[in-house]
């Protein structure tokens, strides 16, 4: 039972547009959500976080929304720099640990 | 400069072995962690510490063990009873607050392979 799916294995984003990387969830109790980013043979690195009593949260390039009566939340990056081609997770904060999704792949090409 | 350290980066078993996995953090956080990532899979929880002498386990427990002696050490046993235990191991920790607010830190991960 997957409580936290990104339905979007990969994703391809030419550089200087938006990328826009998706993340469902079930459980309305989950309180925080948080956004890493992972390159190959590489720890996840954090990247964002939104906690669930606000719909939007900006960190220069990245800004998380989230949109609690359709359990959903994105992370926009723009512009897209070919940087940032990497596997997005996004993570829900349950009781006591993180439940994390799938991911998605970022490509950003020039 | 502080961070987790994981040891060693790759790792060869033969089946029928016990093997340990390293993590260590200077980050002075009291949570810990140990996660598994297969291909195409999210990172699914093993064990976790809020505290030292002490640990629960996660979602995929079976066929590991894990010790919490000291604050900054949170070491991983992949035991022979792990049918399956090739994967990339990543070790996280993060600050414990009454509060969900606070990110984890991970390592660079250990890979394990079956000889």
């Known amino acids: 039972d997957q409580q936290v799916k990104q339905n979007s294995p990969s994703l391809s984003v030419q550089e200087g547009r938006i990328s826009i990387l998706n993340c469902d969830y079930t459980?309305?109790?989950?309180?925080?959500f948080l956004w890493y980013k992972k390159y190959p043979a590489e720890g996840p690195t954090f990247l964002i976080s939104?906690?669930?009593?606000?719909d939007k949260n900006e960190d220069g390039r990245f800004t998380v929304f989230l949109n609690k009566s359709a359990k959903h939340l994105s992370l926009h990056i723009v512009p897209s720099q070919p940087g940032d081609s990497a596997v997005y997770f996004c993570?829900?904060?349950?009781?006591?640990?993180?439940?994390f999704g799938t991911g998605t792949r970022l490509q950003v090409f020039p | 400069d502080g961070g987790i350290t994981q040891s060693p980066k790759y790792l060869f078993r033969k089946e029928g072995q016990n093997v340990t996995l390293s993590c260590e953090q200077n980050?002075?956080?009291?949570?810990m962690y140990w996660y598994r990532q297969d291909p195409g899979q999210g990172l699914r929880l093993i064990y976790y510490?809020?505290?030292?002498?002490?640990?629960q386990k996660g979602d995929i427990a079976e066929g590991y063990s894990v010790s919490r002696e000291k604050k900054e050490s949170f070491p991983l046993t992949v035991t022979s009873a792990q049918k399956n235990p090739t994967a990339f191991y990543l070790c996280?920790?993060?600050?414990?607050?009454?509060?969900?607010?606070?990110?984890?830190?991970f390592g660079d991960g250990t890979r394990l392979s079956i000889l």
């Open positions: 996280a920790s993060s600050a414990w607050t009454q509060w969900s607010n606070q990110p984890q830190h």
């Open positions: 459980n309305s109790m989950f309180d925080y």
């Open positions: 939104i906690s669930s009593i606000k």
């Open positions: 993570a829900a904060h349950g009781t006591d640990k993180l439940i």
């Open positions: 980050l002075n956080h009291d949570a």
């Open positions: 510490s809020q505290i030292v002498n002490d640990f």
